[in-house]
Structure formats: C-alpha cells, structure tokens
RNA sequence: GGGCGAUUGGCUCAGUGGUAGAGCGCCUCGUUCACACCGAGGAGGUCACUGGUUCGAACCCAGUAUCGCCCACCA
C-alpha cells in the first residue's frame, strides 16, 4: 500500500493567460492532467480538522477486470460531488484503492504466471514465475507450479500494479479529481493488517466466533458460501414419487426432486395439522432400497400442498432441511462430500444388504450419477410411483459457480451482523435510518436485506489466496486441534500469514506436532476486508491523526447491486468497531443500459472502451452525459447526449473567447459589479443569482442533474438571447474611439461576471473547458475557486427583475421568427415595424428596447403596441407578421 | 408470492394539482465580424390502461398491464 500522506499544498501553475485565436476541446485532458499534477491540485491537504474535510470512500474497482462505461458513469458521478464539495472549500479526502483481493484476481494469476497458490509452502525469496503474460491463455491446472501464499500474494500485487496504471490513466483522461498520491491496494499489507486487526477484535468482544454448522457450500470452488454470495436460479429437476414402506405394509408416498440424498433421509415430515397424516404421526417407516427405520414427526413449516405433503428430510438437500434437523434434533446422516460426490465409506446406519451394496455402487459418483443409479434402482424395486416429472426449480447458486449449491457440516467463523440477534438488528436498521440514502428508495433494500437476515455473516473461504485468519490452534496430546483455545497474534505483528509465521511461545518445529500448534487454513471473505475501506484509507491502523480528521466520512459511493453486501457489511464493521455509521451519506448509481434496455454486458457484444469513447467525444463531453444521468436512475448508453456534451463544451470556449474579447482581464472592466447599471444587465444577473441558488441547493442534496440542467438552460439563454441582445452595446458601437459609454461598460462588466460564475458553476461537470477558459484570465484553478454564491450576483442586480432578459428575449424572437418565415437573413434590416407586447411584458420590452432593436438589425421604425393574448406579435410592413412567446 | 423503480412526441429524458416541456433526430431557412462541432424558425404527444377523489389529474388514491431490479419460494 502506497503511503497515505498526502503532497504539501503548491500553488497551481499559470499558463501564458490569453486567449488563443481558435479554440478547440481536443487535447485539454492530457494538457490539464498534467498540470493538476504539477500543481497538486487535488492534494489532500491534512492539516484541516474534521468539519473542513469531506472524505470519500471510493470503491476500489477490480482490477483483474476491465473498467467499462458503467465505470465511467458512476465515478463521474463521485467527481462531480468531490469538485463541488472542493469549490465549497473542502478539503476533498477522495483516495483511490484497488481491488486485487478475490478469486478475478486468484485465477488471473494463476493464468498469467503459472502458478498456484499452496500455504504448505515456506515463502521464496527468489521465486520467478515459470510464465509471463500469458494472457488469453491460461495455463493448465497441472502445469501450475505451487508457490506459498506470501509468493502468490507478492505476484498478484506484481500483476496488479500494470493494471493500477492502465487504471490511471483512464481515470485521470475522464478528469478524476482523486489525490494519487493516495491509493491502496485490497490485498496490500495495509488492507491486510486492517482486516486481521478488525477481526481479532470482533473475536476479543465475541462478534466473531466459530462453529460447526451445516452451511452452503459450493462443490466446484470447495468453499462456503455466505448468504450475501447467493443467487436463485432456475435449475431443471424432476419430481420423483418415491414409496416408504410401514410396518404393516401401507406405503407412504413422498414427492422429491433429489433422490439421489435417500441414503442420507433421517425422518418424514408433515404439517401438524395434515388430517391425512395424522395417524402417521408417531410411528415409524423404512425407506426404500436402503431399508433404514425412520421417525413420521410433524413440523409447522411442512407445506400441505407443497408435493405429497409429506416430505422426506434429509441431511441436507435444503434449508428447511436444516431447520427440521436442528428443531426436532434429528441425526446427522450426510451423504455428499465437499467434492459434490457420495462419501466413500459405506454410512454405519445402512443396516441391510443390499442397502450396503447398493450405497457402493454409488460411492463417489457425483449427484447426478448417484440420482440416475438410484432411480433405476427404485423403478426396478417398484418404489417409484409413475414416472419422474420435469420441473423448473429454483436452487441456490453461489453467484460465481455453475452448480447448485450443497449443504454440508464445516466449522466455520462467522461476524454477528444481527442475523440471530434482535437487538443487533434493530441497532443496525437504527444505522440504516440515519444513513443518507441517495435516492432516499434505495433505503428500502437495506431494510429488507437486514429484516431477512436468517443468519450471521459467514466470514470464512476455503481458499488459498487472501487474508489469513490470523489465529493458530493449539495441538493437544493426540494432535487434535483445540478449536476452543485460538492463539491470537500481537496486533503489532500484523498482518501476518498464520500458516508461516508462528505464534508467541512456540518455535516453527511445533507446527503440526502433537502439544504444538496448526494455523487456521482458512481466508477471510473479499467482503470482511472491503467492509473496512473507510478504516483502510482513514488510517485506523497506524494514523490515529488522519483518522481523526476523515472518519467518519462523508460519502460512500456505489451501485444497487452491492447494498446488501458492500454497504451493509461496511456498516456493520463500523457500527461494530467505532460505534458509528462508517459514512453519513451513501451516493447510489443505476445501470447502464445498451440500447435494447438491457444491463450493459459483455456477451452481448455491445462493450465499448472508455478509453475510446473518452478520445471519440472528449472527456467533458462523457462526463456531461453521465452527469446528466440522476442517482439509482438506470441510464441509456447515449452517444447522443456525450455529443450534446461536446457541443457544450465548446460552446463555453466560444462564448467565453468572445466575452473576455471585450476587455483586458487584468482590469476591472469584466468583474465590478458596480458598473454594471444597465436594467437588462442586472436582470440578467437577477436571473443568474436564482440559477446559483438552485444548482447549489440541488448539489447539497446530491442532485447533480438538477445543478447542471438549471445551469445550462441558463447558460443556452444567456448565449443566444443575452449576448446576441448585448452584443453591439458592449462593442460600444456608435461611441468614439477610446470611449466607453457606461452603457457599454455595464454590458461588459456584466458579461464578465456572468461569465466567471457559469465557469465555476459548470466546473464540476465540465473540469476540462472550464479550467481552460479560467487560465486564460484567471490565478490558479477553478477547480480551487470558491464555489459562486447568489448574493453578490443579488446586490448588483438589484431591484431588477430577472423576468426582464425573458421580455426582451420574447421580443427579439419574434423579430427573428418574421424573418425567418420570410425566409431571409437573420441580419436583414427591419425598416418599419410594429412589436404588439401583452402589458405584463411591457416594461421589460421598453426598458430593453435599444438592445432588441440592434440585435434584431431594427434600422428603421419600431414601434410597441399592446397584444391581446400573452404572446409578442411583431409586423413588419414588408415581411410579415410572427407571434413569439416568451 | 412480497417489495422497489419505471411507463410522457421517432430517441434520451425533465415535469408531484391549474391550459403538455427540453435536447437530439426530422423539416424549412439562414450564416462565416465568439461559435458549421454554427444560428433562426417549424412540425410532432388523447402523458401505458381502467376506475375514483377534485371545480380541475401526467401529477393524488385503488386496480390492471408491460419492463427492470431486489427479496422469498427449492419436499
């Protein structure tokens, strides 16, 4: 992990400050990239209290993936915020980390070098790889040499640190305001020794604990599997009437999707109240084929019309399985190994023959096999009632494998996350309340995901990459490890690799012997150290000042998808650790959706490069579209609306080329609002100041849209009415030669702070073209001015009122409309017209009527009149008449 | 089965009680003294459907349909 001290604050450089002859948005990125570089623009200055730092808890992108437009989308979202919060003088805490922890980036090593990762191994200091960049082609499972985890680990920050850059560099083309001085890595020592610590104080305040239970367990990946980690699929199985035999002969018939767990069936079970079970209750049956004695018990979450209603429970094809043998404190008769296929070793309670003989023939077959095997077995004995009948069940799936899910006994650590614990729960729906959910809906998956918890946090992967549990087991005389007596580590030693660092008081010959001690083999889940971000980059390990002065934060950015696992479980370590929420606000992104309205991805062909798409339309220009895009909102894939970016963004250059044409920058001609006296003028600024208002209330509350939408509505008038309205009065047409009418000076200066507060108010989205303007005339950044603010745009506006800009707007329309029926040249003179303005337009239309008249080349006559509807009828005698509303 | 969100002109989306909006696309015209990555103007919608509340509903209520997502459902 790269060290999180931050740059010494420098004063951003200032090009050559003139406005060039042609403008053009291609090349600002890598010219302003640059510069912010320099100038460590963005550098966290970590000399300000708490109440001045807004901290952001970037989610880490996987880097053994690839960034998509999805990314772009919801990153510049967060930019957006962090920009803002800058101007309103922040100091902007907004870290980049990487996520390299995980079974992406277990395989993309595995692949890319060769290798696998083997904990039974001592570290080599001078291991190289046997393969390199074999990308696109893996190399084979036998070919991969075992390496130790410290090895493994080592590699996959190798690998990682190639695809940080890449990372980089896409962010810093889309204009990511982040301090790279500040990145971490999930995987990284850091991360690591943040996750351990955390855990040895869950388990030092009993959070964490470990037990043996019956659990999901994924057959293809060999490892436990949380209920954060499940997915429902439709999976084909078939419903199979199965006969069990009483005493006397009756059958009892059941319905089963899974015949194949007959050997492992401890007990039939039907609802209490079933009157056609009831005489069943109480007595026993043999099961077919294996001839095993089995209780009828009765049990309420039996389902009457669910198959036969009476079902057989077996150890265990399903949840309720679990919950049957748990509440009746049936036996435990598994069948089906970690491996997916039928335990070897003939089970002691098959009594029969035949049973036995028949449990061999099915021995380490896997389900699939053993349920055909069976099935013939049962048609043959004649216990199997009709033919099987196909149906689409659901079945848990773990969200990366193929095969559904197994349950099976394994002990296990776990985090309470109020899953058994009502007080918990409600503590942690409490966390959720005072969370500020952005859109405020999204509340409502936390609350859902947390009501239905039916568990705590199963915290443990039987894998060999990650972060160790760091605890060992002491070994008692028969070499049997005493799980109830774990050897925890000196939290100063952290982190540490259990399975080749040894524990206080023992010497490494102890390792596996009797009397001496074992390493819990396991890691912990991706998610135990994702949920400690905040205490990753607040530096809650070892910067107790940092810590101070971010935490908690401020914003968690992060999709939809991710709500049940990344922010609750991040919510829950803090609630857990410091007694707090982790962050007060949570910034929710929707999907990208391609064009048919369906999740962007990758099979369907349709996946564009960032990269790409940034150098196709310009930064700014993908920004805009993103940011045009409210939170949790799904969006389109619109190259549309990046090109209506782009349009915008050289429409700021252009328009600003042409208001900084009219005076030196240096002087106040363009800034004192004190010449600005003109009505027109401090209507505009009137209009403005309630266009500062909103945006910046808007962003308060997460609302970029809003902020940019007002803004460039504002922004589009400004252009084609103002400034056309404006134009030859700030020329000062008519005056002599070094003379400047206060007419003209009030044009200007009013053009000019419009223009500064539309650059500052545009900056956020749009940091390319805004900070290119700002360097023509401006110190510093934009991205360090301060945010603008309504009030001084107010007091030089005056009593005005903004209506007035709309007015004169109305009247100058309908000019334009008469020539543009008469289809000639907008700058076609008008020699002798009558304007019809309704009364409530009157004042503004007269007030402005000297600028109405020269923007719509009104050479001749131009007379008012009173309209009788609300709309602006201009006659002109040889062109013809228009009605334009305002 | 429960929940959340969506449904507005060809497209992408604003619009939470008072006579339907924007941009794009389209059509017409114009223009190069900020901007052809330009400007002006125009056409185009019974606001998914059915009821209800209201003087008045895109908006509130009830229900229906379609789409997306989350959760539950594995005998």
Known sequence: ?????????????????????????????????????????????????????????????????????????????????????????????????????????????????????????????????????????????????????????????????????????????????????????????????????????????????????????????????????????????????????????????????????????????????????QHLFGTTVTSPLFGVELPVLAHP??????????????????????????????????VVGRDG?????????????????????????????????????LRESGDLLG?????????????????????????????????????????????????????????????????????????SRQRFFGVPFPVWYPLDEAGEPRYDAPITPDEAALPIDPTSDVPAGYTADQRGVPGGFVADPDVMDTWATSSLTPQIVCGWLDDPDLFARTFPMDLRPQGQ????????????????ENGSLPWTDA??????????????????????????????????????????????????????QMKI??????????????????????EPVLTDPALVTETLDRAMLAGLAEVVATATAALESYDHTRALETTETFFWTFCDDYLELVKDRAYGAGAAAGDVPAATASARAALGIALDTLLRLFAPVLPFATEEVWSWWREGSVHRAPWPTAEPLRTAAGDADPGVVAGAGAALAALRKVKSEAKVSMRTPIEHAVLAVPPALRPAVEVALDDVRSA?????????AEADGDAVVARDARLGEAVARS
């Open 856 to 864: 719509g080349r009104a050479t001749g006559t131009l007379d008012l």
């Open 587 to 640: 910034a929710i992104s929707g999907w990208i959706l391609d064009p048919d309205r369906k999740k962007m991805s990758k099979s369907k062909g349709n996946v564009v490069t960032p990269l790409g798409l940034l150098e196709e339309h310009g930064s700014d220009a993908v920004r805009y579209w993103a940011a045009s895009a409210r939170l949790g909102t799904d969006a389109a894939f619109e190259v549309g």
């Open 341 to 377: 296929r039928v335990l070897r070793d003939t089970p002691e309670w098959i009594a029969s023959e035949d049973g036995r003989a028949l449990y061999g023939e099915i021995a380490g077959k896997t389900t699939f096999s053993a349920r055909e095997a069976l099935v013939a077995a």
């Open 645 to 666: 970016g782009r349009r915008l963004a050289i429409k700021v250059l252009n328009a600003s080329k042409f208001v900084l044409s009219f005076g030196d920058p240096a």
């Open 1 to 277: 992990m790269t060290d999180l001290t931050s740059r010494p604050d420098a004063p951003t450089s200032a090009p050559a400050r003139q406005v060039p002859d042609k403008v053009t948005v291609d090349g600002l990125e890598g010219r302003w990239d640059g510069a912010w570089t320099a100038a460590g623009a963005y550098s966290f200055d970590r000399s300000k209290e708490r109440a001045q730092v807004y901290s952001i808890d970037t989610p880490p992108p996987t880097v053994s993936g690839s960034l998509h437009v999805g990314h772009v989308f919801s990153y510049t979202h967060t930019d957006v915020v962090a920009r803002y919060r800058r101007m309103r003088g922040y100091e902007v805490f907004y870290p980049m980390g990487w996520d390299d922890n995980g079974l992406p980036t277990e395989r993309r090593v595995q692949n890319y070098y060769g290798v696998r990762c083997d904990p039974s191994l001592p570290y080599d200091p001078d291991f190289t790889p046997p393969h390199q960049g074999t990308d696109g082609k893996a190399v084979k499972a036998g070919d991969q040499v075992p390496v130790s985890r410290r090895n493994f680990i080592e590699l996959c920050e190798r690998l990682s640190a190639e695809d940080e850059q890449q990372f980089e560099h896409l962010w810093r083309r889309l204009g990511l305001s982040v301090d790279w001085s500040m990145t971490y890595q999930t995987i990284g020592s850091t991360a690591r020794a943040v996750s351990q610590r955390a855990f040895l104080r869950n388990l030092e305040r009993g959070e964490a604990y470990q037990a043996e239970a019956p659990g999901l367990w994924d057959v293809t990946f060999q490892t436990a599997v949380a209920q954060a980690e499940l997915e429902a699929r439709d999976y084909p199985g078939a419903f199979h009437k199965v006969a069990f035999h009483r005493p006397d002969g009756e059958q009892v018939v059941i319905e089963t999707t899974r015949p194949e767990l007959l050997p492992a069936c401890v007990a039939l079970i039907a609802h209490p109240d079933d009157e056609r079970y």
């Open 301 to 334: 979450a039996a389902e009457p019309d669910k198959g036969a209603g009476i079902a057989m429970c077996c150890t265990f094809g399903d949840l309720t399985d679990v919950q049957w043998w748990r509440e009746l404190r049936l036996p435990t008769r598994s």
């Open 561 to 576: 998808d991710i709500i049940r696992t990344w922010l609750f479980s991040t919510v829950v370590r803090a609630h857990l």
């Open 387 to 459: 033919e099987p009948v196909a149906t689409q069940r659901k079945a848990n799936f773990y969200e990366k494998g193929d095969k559904p899910l197994e349950i099976v006994t394994s002990r296990q650590w776990y985090i309470r996350n109020g899953g058994r614990d009502e007080d918990l729960r409600t503590a942690l729906l409490g966390r959720g309340q005072e969370l500020g959910f952005h859109p405020d809906f999204m509340r409502v998956r936390y609350d859902n995901w947390v009501g239905g918890l039916n568990g705590d946090w199963l915290v």
